[in-house]
């Protein structure tokens, strides 16, 4: 299943990533446009980033709270049956 997550995040990045490729110049230093001094390209790949951690984070607590949902459910099961 975590394997399953990890590679949908994969593809969602490589998505995302071809999205700008088209964009890329050949020579990126003389041509790279800038946003304040930080060079466009670099804050699409921190914006990348960004998207990617918050995906990994929602995929761990999604995994947390389906991990409690079973344990709970296991308690509930074994009080059950020990009454």
Not at 6 to 27: D, L, M
């Amino acid at each position: 299943m975590e394997n399953m997550m990890n590679n949908n995040s994969n593809k969602k990045r490589q998505q995302k990533q071809s999205k700008f490729a088209s964009t890329k110049q050949p020579n990126l230093q003389q041509n790279q446009p800038f946003v304040g001094d930080i060079p466009a390209i670099q804050i699409t790949q921190m914006t990348l980033d960004e998207e990617e951690n918050q995906s990994l984070k929602e995929e761990k607590q999604t995994k947390l709270l389906l991990e409690l949902t079973e344990n709970s459910e296991k308690i509930n099961k074994n009080n059950k049956h020990n009454n």
